[in-house]
Structure formats: structure tokens, C-alpha cells
Nanobody, 121 residues
Framework: QVQLIESGGGLVQTGGSLRLSCAVSGLPFTTLTMGWSRQVPGKEREFVAEIGKTIGTYNSIAYVDSVKGRFTISRDDVKNTVYLQMNNLKPEDTAVYFC???????????WGQGTQVTVSS
């Protein structure tokens, strides 16, 4: 059974920090491309960050422009967990954040249940 379990969301003031975690089971984690997306009511889900599988000590990483320099995505291939460190949070970062996983050669994306992040002004 595939599971992506997010945690770490909550309420924080502008300028604050949160770290989201996503623990994966039921999939070969080291082969997965992992990522985070977010969604606010009435809008489409938005790409936030993505990290490729580890090759040696290298991971390909990408961010949406609006979070560059503030958010950091990382992964722990021993703990089968991906993280999103979010610093200098802004009210516009308020959303439900979803963890996602995709396997090589597959178009299918596995999603977590989402965790709410609320940034107060």
C-alpha cells in the first residue's frame, strides 16, 4: 500500500518558518522524484519544488520563482522522507501543501493528503 504522510503544517506569522515532512512507504523511495505542490480554494494546484533521485551526492532541484531563496527542498533516502524548509513566510504562501511522488518511466503521480499552512499578516 502506497502512503505519503505529510506533517509540519500550521499557523505562523509573516516572516516565520515551518518545516514540512513527507514520509513515504510502499514505493522504492530512492528511485522516486519527490516534490511539493500547494493549492488554495478556487485555484489550481501550483508546483512549488521538486527534487530528483540521488545520484552520488547530487540531486536535481527546481523551485517556482516565488519561493526561490526562501524554501529549501531536501530528502533523506534512509528515512524515506522528503522535507520542505520554508523560511521568511508570507501571507501569499498560505495554502494546503501536498507531497507528491513519481517513479521513473511512469506518468502516474502519487499524492499525500495535504497539510495546511497558514501565514498571518
Amino acid at each position: 500500500q502506497v502512503q505519503l504522510i505529510e506533517s509540519g503544517g500550521g499557523l505562523v506569522q509573516t516572516g516565520g518558518s515551518l518545516r514540512l515532512s513527507c514520509a513515504v512507504s510502499g514505493l522504492p523511495f530512492t528511485t522516486l522524484t519527490m516534490g511539493w505542490s500547494r493549492q488554495v480554494p478556487g485555484k489550481e494546484r501550483e508546483f512549488v519544488a521538486e527534487i530528483g533521485k540521488t545520484i552520488g551526492t547530487y540531486n536535481s532541484i527546481a523551485y517556482v520563482d516565488s519561493v526561490k531563496g526562501r524554501f529549501t527542498i531536501s530528502r533523506d533516502d534512509v528515512k524515506n522522507t522528503v522535507y520542505l524548509q520554508m523560511n521568511n513566510l508570507k501571507p501569499e504562501d498560505t495554502a494546503v501543501y501536498f507531497c507528491k511522488a513519481s517513479a521513473p518511466g511512469s506518468q502516474y503521480i502519487h499524492w499525500g493528503q495535504g497539510t495546511q499552512v497558514t501565514v498571518s499578516s
